[in-house]
Every structure is written in C-alpha cells, then in structure tokens.
C-alpha cells in the first residue's frame, strides 16, 4: 500500500552512519525515500529536484558556510531541518534546526522524532485507515511482546486470526517493526508509556 512519499535527504559523510541510519528509517517506514548529499551544493540540488521533507545534516558540513545554510534553510523553509550532532556543536549551531538527533539515540527516539517532524504532512495523517477494535487489542498485546500463540491465548482466537490481524495492522500502518508500531500507538493514543 503506497501513502504517500516521504523524501529524506541525508548530508553525512561518514558511510556506516549513513547506512546506519538509512537502514534504521527504511526498517520503520515503508514509504521514506532516501536521498544522500555530499555537500550543501548537492542537497541545494536535491532539494530544488525532490520534494524533501526533511533533511538530516551532520553540523560539520556547514559549520564554514553558515551564511550558506542559513539562505538554503530561508528558501526551503517547509522542510523540516535535522541536525545529526555526535560531536561538540555550540548552542548557536544547534538553534539553527528544528530538530537534533544524537548519535546515541535509540531507535524509537529516532523514530518518533522522525515522525515528529512528518506529523505536518497531510497525506501521512489522512491516508491511514483507523484499526478496527479487534485490531488494536491485537496491536496492543503485540507491543507488550506477546507471540501470535499467547495472543490467540489471551484474546481466545485462532493463531491464524491473530496473524490476519497482524498482516491488517501492517497494511493500514504501514509500519513493519516493533518500536515503529510501539510510537503508533502512543502517538494514536491508543496506549501511553505508563502502560508499557
């Protein structure tokens, strides 16, 4: 099922964090396309070619050229800008994103700040078909970590049931993964961090 299209460009210059990172969103979100820029020139380019949503910039690549970044920043305004800090960045650096994710971050902080900083685009909130009730007691059973079996257990229905459901939860989240589907909830209200 394809939502929408959610352009990510990544201005990192190290290759395992880019891969680390690329493969982190991909994992969590079926509909992120990911773009890589080697330099403001290129994310310029990219930004002016793609529609970008957000752009995740590691600090250093324009910590010489911040005039530079500030006018790209000023012309592309309706992207959301992320900054990627794993080293010392003053306060000033860092008040020019909207958004920071550190390098230590788990998973599921970067994923719900991913999703954060996407919570404006219309398409990702109207498109999703809401979860039936079964559904979401299915979703529910699923972030506390229960198996398909303790699940059929615990709601008395079949194993084959429980995996419909799931297969349904997938397709009308789009989210694949455990944490990912964890934020959706919460994030949908359907459950609270007190209660995980």
Known sequence: ???CRINIAIAEPSDVIYEGLTNLLLKNESHFYIFRAASLDEL????????????IINPQKFINRLNDFAKLK??????????????????????????????????????????RNIEKCDCHQSVQEELS????????????????????????ISIHTV??????????TGIKSLPGLTIYAI????????AL
């Open 133 to 156: 009730e079964r559904e979401t007691h299915v979703l529910l059973q699923l972030i506390k970590g229960l198996s398909n079996k303790e699940i059929a257990d615990k709601l008395n």
């Open 74 to 115: 000023k012309n592309f305004n309706h992207i959301n800008w992320i900054g990627l800090i794993y080293s010392y960045f003053d306060n000033e650096t860092i008040s020019k994103f909207d958004d920071t994710i550190n390098i230590t971050d788990s998973e599921i902080i970067i994923s719900k700040k991913i999703n």
């Open 1 to 3: 099922m394809d939502r």
């Open 44 to 55: 310029k380019t990219l930004c002016i070619n793609e529609q970008i949503t957000i752009v």
């Open 163 to 172: 995996i419909s459901h799931r297969k349904n939860i997938i397709e009308k």
């Open 187 to 194: 994030s949908k209200k359907i459950t609270s961090l007190d």
